[in-house]
């Protein structure tokens, strides 16, 4: 009889090495949890993305409620199936208008539209020039891609200028691909100089502009436009519509050939469910009202800057904001968790970032500005996060 190999012994439990990794985590202090967040709360919360306040306007919620009822709870099937609406279409085209590109396609998430461009937009015999602070969305793409994916120095023009230096023929096509603003610190990319450098080696641009719309650029239209790059030919971005905008989903933004190629080809597209339609009226209903309300981006900028003044003040160590998130550093990722924790107890949530989602292994308490914080909040919560250091 032949003889087959096993990869562990009978009888033995294939899930036992799980109990290994637990404990791993619980030595170095990063065990996660889910918190059930309450419907309405005494707490002032600097932890979440709604960088406008809107998830909560009444404007927001009650489109929300009417696509509900007039198109139902979901949306029954892919978006080229059954899936599509008249507020998707309307949605794409305020969003492509608002932020000044040519078209837009939106997705049931932020992430699926990033692996989306990534994975659309190359191919095995493709070159990839990844930032090494992508949000983990881009690096998943970079994988599934299959493309030879090179990872530059974090913000760095010059680096990325020498990767995408490769002898003619080496590669079917080249992308570049980075955040606008960064998650973790909320540094803003060099774009002028990315693109710049892209146009010399004839190379794409992909930018992940999640943090950018409603925050940065003439009344939140975005990083790429506040750098000049929307509507460009070679330029492609994306948006969530969970952050500034208060609902769910995301978007590409590009040229008409790029979203008529991601239709055809995109897997996150082709496949899956499109955006509930409850969602799609609240996105597009926040979007009119930041349209309407540009100083909502202004005050958004207004209040990070508040928070990293007053920080800083205090002698903690803290980024410059270049967009909403303010990152203060912390020694640990135990004591990370713990100042974390005293905060909430003092009616305080800040976000409490520690490895692995941090790509320098610093941990941090991330800090999120809104536009509806008042000065008297703002002062409040610098107070908290200082006498809880």
Sequence with gaps: MPQHSSPAAAGQDPFGWLDVRREERERAGLVRSLRPRQATSPLLDLASNDYLGLARHPEVTAAAAAAAR??????????????????????????????????????????AANLAAVTALSSRASLIVSDA?????????????????????????????????????????????????????GDAAPLRDLAAVCRERGAGLLIDDAHGLGVIGAGGRG??????LAGEPDVVATVTLSKSLGSQGGAVLGPARVIEHLINTART????????????????????????????ADRVRTVARDLYQRL?????????????????????????????????????????????????????????????????????????IVDTA
């Design 70 to 111: 007039r198109w139902g709870a979901g949306s029954t099937g892919s978006r080229l199936v059954t899936g599509t609406t008249a507020l998707h279409a309307e949605l794409e085209a305020e969003l492509a208008a608002f932020c000044g590109f040519e078209a837009a396609l939106v997705f049931s998430s932020g992430y």
């Design 133 to 185: 602070d992508n949000h983990a969305s881009l690096i998943d793409g970079c994988r599934l891609s299959r493309a030879c994916t090179l990872v530059a120095p974090h913000a760095d023009p010059q680096a990325v200028d020498k990767l995408l230096d490769q002898p003619p023929g080496s590669y079917a096509s080249a992308l570049t691909v980075t955040d606008a603003l960064f998650s973790v610190d």
């Design 223 to 228: 990083a790429a436009h506040a750098a000049g």
């Design 269 to 296: 597209f082709i496949f899956d469910t499109g955006l509930n339609p409850a969602a799609a009226g609240a996105a597009l209903t926040a979007l009119r009202l930041l349209r309407g309300e540009p100083q909502r």
């Design 312 to 384: 800083t003040a205090e002698k903690l160590t803290v980024v410059p904001p270049d967009a909403a998130v303010v990152s203060v550093r912390a020694p640990s990722p135990e004591r990370a968790l713990a100042w974390a924790a005293r905060c909430r107890a003092a009616g305080l949530v800040v976000g409490c970032f520690r490895p692995p989602s941090v790509p320098d292994g610093i941990s941090r308490l991330r800090l999120t500005a809104r536009a509806d914080l008042t000065d008297e909040q703002v002062a409040v919560a610098v107070r908290t």
